[in-house]
């Protein structure tokens, strides 16, 4: 999933020339197959999450919230 995300973001500072498949029991993933594509949809759907996080938090005001 990084691969991907960095592959859509950055795609510069990627170099896939260089990335292997080093967990062949699949632990971490196979950085061979990742794409811009995949990274793309990886970042919306994060975005979107944060996104609805902070609304959220937007309707709930500071004075609600006690210290203790």
Do not use: C, W, Y
């Not at 990335?19 to 699949?26: R, T």
């Not at 061979?32 to 309707?59: C, K, M, N, P, Y």
């Amino acid at each position: 999933a990084e691969t991907s995300m960095m592959l859509h973001l950055r795609p510069d500072l990627v170099k896939m020339d260089k990335v292997q498949d080093i967990h062949k029991s699949g632990l971490a993933g196979d950085a061979t197959s990742a794409s811009a594509a995949i990274g793309g949809q990886i970042v919306d759907h994060v975005a979107a999450g944060f996104a609805g996080l902070v609304e959220e938090t937007s309707r709930n005001p500071l004075e609600r919230i006690r210290r203790q």
